[in-house]
């Protein structure tokens, strides 16, 4: 008795010759030999990446570049000027500011680094999947971003540390429901040119899932828009959290923190100007260099970050 054919078998020879002639999706080349040429012909990017790197080393070598402990301090040495035993002065407790800066610069990093990247993950992943799904959710997402957008960032945050208390934890969660609407923006608008393509086509032809495509065929070809929103993004995460400290919502006393330093010294500003300055310039030039690295990198990557959030 012969064999009766299998109905099914050209549908399975179909699929896979599908999945054989499928092209890759194409990864743009050379973006580590872009970033840098960029890093050497431009001396703004150069320069940027420079001072994060200063700021970075500094953090991280703190406890062995000053003798002083940031959070205890002498009375009886309130208020004093730059000399050779405090180099920026001390503060109305006694404590050394230049200590204190170097520590701020400790729990400046580690809260932003981490809010920034939760921030541009859970931003790229709910971009991606509004551009690659569309239709209802799309128009769905966007609506309740456009709600969050549409109410003062400060005004959310204050809202937040109100209701659920200080904390790093809590800074971080209200720093991702501030920012994660405007990283949604703009990595939609880059997903959108990537989803009419014919590798994405041949993907959703081969039957794969929504997280496998975004994953193997989308992230992959808006990895330069990711990273400079990263840097972008994570500037404007360092104003926002000494904004919080230096409003008294933020970081706990005696924590060395820049924001919290102003706020804590500003009344003393005529007598230790220092205990002032010193951590404004310290935030004024991170936030700089973040902006030049973006800057230079979004030039190298060639991402228009207004045309993608639009």
Sequence with gaps: MSSLEDPMSPLKASAGAARAAAPPAPVRPGVAARTWRAVRSSRPTAIGLAIVAVHLVVALLAPLLTPYHPTTGDASHALLGPGADHWAGTDSYGRDVLTRVLY???????????????????G???????????????????????????????????????????????????????????????????????????????????????????RREVLP??????????????????????????????????????????SENRTAITVVPMASLAPIIALATLVVGLNLAADGLSKAWGVDRIREGS
């Design 104 to 122: 701020g610069g400790r729990y400046a990093l580690g809260v932003s680094v981490t809010a920034t990247v939760l921030t541009v993950a859970l």
């Design 221 to 262: 070809n808006i990895t330069d828009v990711v990273c400079v929103e990263f840097a972008m993004r994570a500037s404007w995460v360092v104003l926002l959290i000494s904004s919080l400290s230096f409003l008294g919502f933020g970081a706990d006393p005696p924590t060395p923190d820049w924001g919290l330093m102003v």
């Design 124 to 214: 790229a992943v709910l971009g991606c999947a509004a551009a690659l799904r569309g239709g209802w959710l799309d128009d769905l997402l966007m609506r309740v971003l456009d709600a969050v957008l549409s109410i003062p960032a400060i005004l959310v945050l204050l809202v937040i540390v109100t209701a659920l208390g200080t904390g790093s934890s809590v800074i971080v969660l209200a720093i991702a429901v501030v920012c994660v609407p405007q990283v949604v923006r703009v990595v939609r608008g880059a997903a959108l040119a990537v989803v009419p393509q014919d590798y994405v086509t041949a993907a959703r032809a081969r039957g794969e899932s929504t997280w496998a495509i975004l």
